[in-house]
């Protein structure tokens, strides 16, 4: 059987990561994943981008470790915008990888981290967002890695419905505003998570994820639109005021 050591950092959200890219089950046994039936060449080539997985042992006795830095050149501190609202590479890119995806909107786009990481995964990238100083600040960034989106514009994104049709976005992948630093259009955020999530339903294609980060703090009850699947919601500590919670949908 091949084994994967899960990280530390979260095994859970390792674990969905692991099985997103190599669409499979897993078994868990302590910190280790195990599954046969998949040759080695396959197994490295669908998880050498993965943001989290660290060493694959294999049958034969070998093994493969991710030994390369993939964020060099691309933290918060090389991008020549900077907004303190970015999200960590990391964190862009297990996020990209969840969306099981080759083309994805981030609607809430900032300073554009989680674009920059699906560009650099092959990605198609659109991004919109209400604030035109972030927007401006998100074509530097992605001038500055020579990235073309394939959509970049001020919008407001309780009202996507007005920009895409039906059934016609892979993915959404999207960190919203949680009242920190960032700021919103709407002062209810409870309202701005849960009318968003609503309003893109139709708008994503059968089978399309959407992976958000809702704020810990902000309560699930009747937060998210029944008919969607609810593939997975795994918490992720940052600090003392700040835990992600990283919610995956399914339509
Ligand atoms: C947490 S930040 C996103 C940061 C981004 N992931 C990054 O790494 O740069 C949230 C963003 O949502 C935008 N925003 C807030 N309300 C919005 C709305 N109704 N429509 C579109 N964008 C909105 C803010 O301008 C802000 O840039």
């Known amino acids: 059987m091949t ?13 969905f990561e692991v099985e997103t890219l190599l669409k ?3 078994k868990k046994r302590g910190k280790y994943l195990y599954f046969n039936k998949l ?8 998880l050498e981008n993965s943001a989290l997985v660290k060493k694959i042992y294999f049958e034969d006795g070998s093994h493969w470790k991710n030994s390369s830095s993939p964020y060099k050149g691309r933290f918060p501190k090389d991008k020549p915008a900077f907004h303190p609202t970015v999200l960590k590479p990391k964190m862009a890119r297990l996020m990209c990888n969840l969306s099981n995806s080759k083309s994805i909107l981030d609607p809430f786009c900032g300073s554009a981290s989680i674009l920059i990481e699906g560009a650099f995964l092959g990605k198609e990238v659109s991004g919109i967002d209400y604030d ?10 992605l001038n500055h890695y020579k990235i073309k989106p394939k959509l970049l514009k ?22 919203p505003p949680y009242g920190q630093s960032s700021t919103t259009s709407n002062s209810n955020i409870r309202q701005l998570f849960k009318q968003f999530i ?16 809702i704020p810990s703090k902000l309560s699930m009850n009747k937060l998210i639109f029944p008919k969607y699947k609810k593939l997975g919601q795994f918490n992720w500590y940052v600090h003392g005021g700040l835990t992600r919670r990283f919610v995956i949908l399914e339509k």
């Open 154 to 175: 001020k919008y407001n994104a309780l009202n996507i419905s007005e920009l895409f049709k039906k059934n016609s976005i892979h993915s959404i992948v999207c960190d």
């Open 132 to 141: 035109s100083r972030m927007i401006e600040r998100a074509k530097i960034n």
């Open 24 to 26: 499979i089950k897993t």
């Open 39 to 46: 040759n080695k060449k396959s197994v490295i080539s669908k």
């Open 198 to 213: 609503e309003n893109s339903y139709p708008l994503l294609k059968k089978g399309g994820r959407m992976v958000i980060i």
């Open 3 to 15: 084994k994967i050591k899960l990280s530390s950092e979260n095994q859970d959200l390792s674990r």
